[in-house]
């Protein structure tokens, strides 16, 4: 089985009565310590203490997980530690208060900044780390008072339940360098600066065992091969330890490297400064949850389910969960138009061989089918595999005659045009004048499904040069790319298919499905007018898929350019 994988996300609860999951168990797995390349920096020693009485009373760890009270994925960048109401807390070492407020979601929370000795200059975002930002978060009682010095073992407070929690513990986070979240810095409209410790331009959190933890970095007591929840994931592992080994560490097993709660090897980020790079937690965080059942106070069951990851390309969509939220409905069809075209459709022919010949939701199997260029059902071999797996002629004849049937139909309105103007660089999309694939929408009162591929453009490299060649043979013959860059940049054509036309290794294509945009009743014949204000409002639902989804899956520059949206022939 192949050896690169993909984490998913982790479902967490507490449960001291539960039973262990109930995956079956295939057989015990041989595994051998992985040590961090370079080393993660700890600074866990002698001289840190617990910041609770019993360090191993952990209800949630630091890691991706399912967030069961708002029914959603999320990355934990804390340890919950659970006991019973006005449990004393302690400061962790010698310290001064840096600040005490109440947070809607925290509560009462009291922060401790500790100076840090690092001998050897570590650094954070290019800032050598000399302080880390303690936050004890939904306290009942608060001992200290902002400003004042505090030794290792004082109480700070007390365990409560403030704040949007629904039992007795404490949210314990640590943060190097600045002290304010990367979501607080966005909302609030700040900038990264040199000046500002709060303004950094980056999420802190980073995992509290590098101060503190019971046997920090440890490794696992037992690693298990369990039968998968289904049969979209590779395989699944079963981790039985103590709550104080869900740690930093990372195991090789006779199916591949396993890391636990930690952002390592994430996009090929191993490093401290990965710990927190957001950009980087979306393979997870798009992903079902595993498992996670205690069956008692001091030992768990931890299940990790994992995608076999692609041997070329780094995949994701969010079908699945699109589908959990109610956005698709199986009595439903949809006129579904994926952008961007880019420089050779890759997205698009995952369309067709995935989605369409395998496993696409619902019952409607047979009634989906994908619009391609005619041209590409001409060329043998290819055009028998285009059709086993749906592939119909993009004509108005033949997307009428699919609509009438009842069918699912997808689409790529940019077409010939969005592929020839295909930069990596940007993200831009355009559409014929006449609307087309929304006014046969209307006429069969059908709602639109936007699809946006995330780095669909960046799969290939594109030069001004062969831009201006393939712009050329358009204007003058109306034909497609005929130049590519293919693998180390060396141009080849498609009509001479080989081994250079396959995209950068490594790249990223992340399918994301939005909200269908209703189109309203049937109408034969709809008004321009009409047609041009469900496109404002599809292209509505195009850009809010882009601003949520662009800084995790495009590169910065690129994200934070925008998506240029053009209607061909309006100024």
């Known amino acids: 089985m192949c050896a690169r994988l993909a984490l998913v996300s982790l479902a967490l609860s507490r449960n001291a009565d539960a039973e262990p999951p109930q995956s079956e168990v295939l057989g015990l797995l041989t595994t051998t310590a992985v040590p961090h390349t370079p080393e993660v920096p700890s600074f866990h020693n002698a001289s840190w203490g617990s910041p609770v009485p019993n360090p191993l009373a952990i209800s949630s760890p630091f890691g991706p997980r399912w967030k069961m009270a708002d029914a959603r994925y999320d990355f934990h960048r804390g340890i919950d530690y659970f006991d019973a109401e006005d449990t004393e807390l302690y400061a962790i070492a010698d310290g001064v208060v840096f600040d005490q407020r109440t947070f809607y979601a925290g509560g009462t929370t009291t922060i401790v900044e500790h100076p840090l000795w690092n001998p050897t200059g570590a650094m954070f975002h290019d800032r050598?780390?000399?302080?880390?930002?303690?936050?004890?978060?939904h306290m009942n009682n608060q001992s200290t008072t902002v400003g004042q010095a505090v030794q290792k073992g004082q109480v700070i407070g007390t365990?409560?339940?403030?704040?949007?929690?629904?039992f007795t513990h404490l949210h314990f986070t640590t943060r190097l360098v600045g002290y304010c979240t990367l979501q607080y810095q966005v909302e609030?409209?700040?900038?990264?600066?040199?000046?500002?410790?709060?303004?950094?331009?980056f999420d802190p959190a980073v995992h509290p065992y590098l101060f503190v933890g019971a046997e920090a970095r440890s490794?696992?007591?037992?690693?298990?091969?369990?039968?998968?929840?289904?049969?979209?994931?590779?395989?699944?592992?079963?981790?039985?330890?103590?709550?104080?080994?869900?740690?930093?560490?990372?195991?090789?097993?006779?199916f591949g490297k396993v890391s636990f709660n930690t952002r390592e090897g994430v996009w090929g980020k191993d490093t401290?400064?990965?710990?927190?790079?957001?950009?980087?937690?979306?393979?997870?965080?798009?992903?079902?949850?595993?498992?996670?059942?205690?069956?008692?106070e001091e030992e768990i069951y931890y299940e990790m389910h994992f995608y076999q990851a692609s041997w070329y390309l780094n995949y994701s969509d969010n079908l699945s969960e699109h589908a959990a939220e109610g956005h698709w409905a199986e009595d439903k069809q949809y006129v579904m138009s994926w952008h961007p075209h880019g420089a050779f459709a890759i997205a698009g022919l995952y369309f067709v061989s995935h989605y369409w010949a395998r496993d696409f939701p619902g019952e409607r199997r047979g009634k989906q089918f994908v619009s391609v260029a005619p041209l590409l059902l001409r060329v043998p071999f290819l055009a028998e595999y285009l059709l086993l797996c749906h592939a119909r002629f993009q004509d108005r004849k033949t997307f009428q005659k699919l609509l009438g049937q009842g069918a699912t139909v997808a689409v790529q309105p940019g077409g010939i045009y969005e592929q020839v103007a295909t930069d990596e660089n940007k993200e831009q999309l355009f559409?014929?004048?006449?609307?087309?694939?929304?006014?046969?929408?209307?006429?069969?009162?059908?709602?639109?499904?936007?699809?946006?591929?995330?780095?669909?453009?960046?799969?290939f490299r594109t030069a001004k040069w062969v831009k201006s060649i393939n712009s050329f043979f358009y204007k003058h013959f109306k034909i497609g790319n005929l130049i590519i860059l293919g693998l180390g940049g060396i141009p080849a054509s498609p009509l001479l298919p080989n081994p250079l036309l396959m995209p950068v290794p490594g790249r990223r294509l992340h399918i994301q499905f939005g909200k269908p945009v209703e189109v309203g009743p049937k109408e034969a014949e709809p008004s321009q007018e009409r047609v041009e204000e469900v496109f404002v409002?599809?292209?509505?639902?195009?850009?809010?898929?882009?601003?949520?989804?662009?800084?995790?899956?495009?590169?910065?520059?690129?994200?934070?350019?925008?998506?240029?949206?053009t209607l061909r022939g309006k100024s």
């Open 128 to 137: 050598v780390i000399n302080k880390v930002f303690v936050y004890y978060h």
């Open 272 to 296: 401290l400064e990965g710990l927190d790079d957001l950009d980087n937690l979306s393979s997870w965080m798009a992903f079902n949850p595993g498992i996670f059942q205690s069956t008692t």
């Open 219 to 254: 490794g696992p007591r037992e690693l298990h091969q369990v039968a998968p929840k289904n049969a979209s994931f590779g395989f699944a592992v079963r981790y039985k330890a103590t709550r104080g080994r869900l740690d930093l560490d990372v195991v090789e097993t006779n």
């Open 537 to 565: 409002r599809y292209s509505a639902a195009l850009q809010e898929i882009f601003k949520e989804c662009a800084p995790k899956y495009l590169p910065k520059e690129v994200a934070e350019r925008g998506l240029e949206i």
């Open 188 to 201: 609030n409209n700040r900038e990264p600066s040199e000046s500002s410790e709060c303004a950094t331009g």
């Open 159 to 166: 365990m409560g339940q403030t704040g949007t929690t629904t």
């Open 431 to 459: 559409f014929p004048a006449n609307l087309g694939f929304i006014r046969l929408a209307i006429q069969h009162g059908v709602p639109l499904l936007p699809v946006y591929c995330f780095g669909e453009n960046q799969l």
